[in-house]
């Protein structure tokens, strides 16, 4: 239990993002899409490293684990409660120590380069459209509060979210999707996403790549290095 303002909050109850911002520490964290997320810059690869590692010990103690991306000079570290769909007290408690651990090495918080990326598909009839694009990317439900939204269960990729529409508007973009797979997971994945109610657009230039598209008409084209002019 935890107690804030002369409230006492569970462990794993699902904090409002406003009430998350306000406990923790604005040089470092900021609420994005439904995650906390801070980036830290460190002078030196080897600088960052060793943060990671204290992160990492940090989380194990508690038993509550983020994800962590390093970079050259620089750690992202993005945390979520999973098993209570959102954010909770234990994202709060860590977050703290983990800020406590950048001060004691000396890294500096950059909120503006803890941006993520989001991409939104417009459907009609979004549960016929989202397993295509579950199976295609090989992503996993989101395990937030939204249900039309899907993600990388590595953690790198970018959030994928539905939103409904009313009526069809063809043609409003021409954007397609490239997922650049393994060469040995090309035919699975195809398969994954027809199965999943897509269809085969076109294999004219398999196995460089596959043309797919899901119900609605939306593309994905799975791509390998076989084939092309530096395999």
């Keep these: 239990m935890s107690v804030a303002g002369g409230r006492v909050f569970s462990m794993t109850e699902v904090l409002?993002?406003?009430?998350?911002?306000?406990?923790?520490?604005?040089?470092?964290?900021?609420?994005?899409?439904?995650?906390?997320?801070?980036?830290?810059?460190a002078d030196d690869f080897a600088a960052a490293a060793a943060f990671v590692s204290r992160v990492a010990q940090a989380a194990d103690a508690a038993n509550h684990h983020p994800d962590v991306l390093l970079r050259w000079g620089e750690v992202a570290v993005t945390t979520v409660s999973h098993d209570a769909g959102g954010l909770t007290q234990r994202d709060v408690d860590l977050a703290a120590t983990i800020s406590a651990l950048a001060d004691e090495?000396?890294?500096?918080?950059?909120?503006?380069k803890s941006?993520?990326?989001?991409i939104a598909i417009d459907a009609i009839d979004?549960?016929?459209?989202?397993?295509?694009?579950?199976?295609?990317?090989?992503?996993?439900?989101?395990g937030g509060d939204d249900?039309?939204?899907?993600?990388?269960?590595a953690g790198v990729g970018p959030a994928f979210w539905?939103?409904?529409?009313?009526?069809?508007?063809?043609?409003?973009?021409?954007?397609?999707?490239?997922?650049?797979?393994?060469?040995?997971?090309?035919?699975?994945?195809?398969?994954?996403a027809i199965a999943a109610g897509g269809h085969l657009v076109s294999d004219d230039a398999a196995p460089r790549f596959w043309v797919l598209a899901d119900?609605?008409?939306?593309?994905?084209?799975?791509?390998?290095?076989?084939?092309r002019s530096s395999s």
Aim: net charge negative; proline share 8%.
């Design 16 to 41: 409002k993002w406003s009430v998350v911002t306000d406990r923790v520490d604005a040089r470092h964290w900021r609420v994005i899409a439904g995650r906390l997320r801070a980036t830290f810059g």
């Design 105 to 112: 090495l000396g890294l500096a918080g950059k909120p503006p």
């Design 115 to 118: 941006e993520t990326l989001e």
């Design 126 to 142: 979004i549960p016929a459209v989202r397993p295509f694009w579950k199976a295609v990317l090989a992503y996993v439900d989101d």
């Design 147 to 153: 249900d039309n939204a899907i993600a990388d269960p």
């Design 162 to 192: 539905f939103q409904q529409m009313d009526a069809p508007r063809p043609q409003r973009n021409r954007i397609h999707l490239d997922v650049i797979v393994p060469h040995d997971e090309a035919e699975s994945r195809v398969a994954a």
């Design 215 to 227: 119900t609605e008409g939306n593309e994905a084209c799975v791509c390998t290095w076989e084939g």
